[in-house]
């Protein structure tokens, strides 16, 4: 088992940052990818975000891309999403997410563990 805790929303303004984290614990090695999800009020949760196990490797969204980064600490067993230059609409719950192959990162039906999810709300 895995368990994910994600930590960092909250409220900025359009422009702002934030930094999202999400800590792992418990089988955490065979985690080969770890992505970002997110769901906004009344939409269906939506890949942002996912970075291979060492780190070197990410694929974003089209619509975050340039914006937000992505990135792990393998000895901190914690990944992060760097969210910049922010949008009222990234205005979602954001999930964090891991799995153990490193395929079909966009599809969350694919990913075996979750955390509860954290609230980013940007307002204009």
């Known amino acids: 088992q895995v368990q994910l805790v994600e930590s960092g929303g909250g409220l900025v303004q359009a422009g702002g940052s934030l930094r999202l984290s999400c800590a792992a614990s418990g089988r955490t090695f065979s985690n080969n990818a770890m992505g970002w999800f997110r769901q906004a009020p009344g939409k269906e949760r939506e890949f942002v975000a996912a970075?291979?196990?060492?780190?070197?490797?990410?694929y974003y969204t089209n619509s975050v891309k340039g914006r937000f980064t992505i990135s792990r600490s393998i000895a901190k067993n914690t990944m992060y999403l760097q969210m910049n230059s922010l949008k009222p609409e990234d205005t979602a719950i954001y999930y964090c997410?891991?799995?153990?192959?490193?395929?079909?990162?966009?599809?969350?039906?694919?990913?075996?563990?979750w955390g509860q999810g954290i609230q980013v709300t940007v307002s204009s």
């Open positions: 997410a891991a799995k153990s192959v490193l395929v079909d990162l966009v599809d969350s039906r694919k990913y075996d563990y």
């Open positions: 970075v291979n196990w060492s780190g070197d490797t990410a």
